[in-house]
T-cell receptor, first 113, second 115 residues
Framework: EDQVTQSPEALRLQEGESSSLNCSYT??????LFWYRQDPGKGPEFLFT???AGEEKEKERLKATLTKKESFLHITAPKPEDSATYLC??????????????FGKGTLLTVNP | KAGVTQTPRYLIKTRGQQVTLSCSPI?????VSWYQQTPGQGLQFLFE???????NKGNFPGRFSGRQFSNSRSEMNVSTLELGDSALYLC??????????????FGSGTRLTVV
């Protein structure tokens, strides 16, 4: 069974203070690892998909990286508008992993001005 | 381009009743998935449909069911509601559900409260 563990559960930063969020996973053949951002009362908003170890993707102040066991979401010089819950999810190749995402419980990021 | 539309946004039901939730995917998207989100369990997969066929189902009781229509719109139904069914129900659509991993676009969800 696919599993995703995110840490920390909550993170409070000062504006401009860079940090990283962690996503550890186990999956039977990785089809893709996804990062989403979720604001209160809204659905998750897609950020990145990573497909293989060593891959990196960037978007504004966010950079996602992937190894065979974990992914990191690096936030550089965050701003208050980056405050949200960040969700990590995996999709596998085999059997029950197909066509579904297994999510971690998320990291609640708060950026203070 | 319109996003994923879920209706209704909020719903209050009584234990024992049944409920139907609706999801209209992004135009051209043929894969629709449903997830349940609660504070304790996070997002959990319910089922996924592609071209009116259910391809995968999560570990939920048979009270949870769904279907997809020929225009890709999808509905999910929960019968004999229990207090524990209170949650945010999210629908996601994808144009590449059949191909190697791709981002799924989520709707804003239906907030179901069972009293």
């Amino acid at each position: 069974e696919d599993q995703v563990t995110q840490s920390p559960e909550a993170l409070r930063l000062q504006e401009g203070e860079s940090s990283s969020l962690n996503c550890s996973y186990t999956v039977s053949g990785l089809r893709g690892l996804f990062w989403y951002r979720q604001d209160p009362g809204k659905g998750p908003e897609f950020l990145f998909t990573l497909y293989s170890a060593g891959e990196e993707k960037e978007k504004e102040r966010l950079k996602a990286t992937l190894t065979k066991k974990e992914s990191f979401l690096h936030i550089t010089a965050p701003k208050p508008e980056d405050s949200a819950t960040y969700l990590c999810a995996v999709q596998g190749y085999s059997g029950g992993s197909n066509y579904k995402l297994t999510f971690g419980k998320g990291t609640l990021l708060t950026v203070n001005p | 381009k319109a996003g994923v539309t879920q209706t209704p946004r909020y719903l209050i039901k009584t234990r024992g009743q049944q409920v139907t939730l609706s999801c209209s995917p992004i135009s051209g998207h043929r894969s629709v998935s449903w997830y349940q989100q609660t504070p304790g369990q996070g997002l959990q997969f319910l089922f996924e449909y592609f071209s009116e066929t259910q391809r995968n189902k999560g570990n939920f009781p048979g009270r949870f069911s769904g279907r997809q229509f020929s225009n890709s719109r999808s509905e999910m139904n929960v019968s004999t509601l229990e207090l524990g069914d209170s949650a945010l129900y999210l629908c996601a659509s994808s144009s590449l559900g059949q191909v190697q991993g791709h981002g799924y676009t989520f709707g804003s969800g239906t907030r179901l409260t069972v009293v």
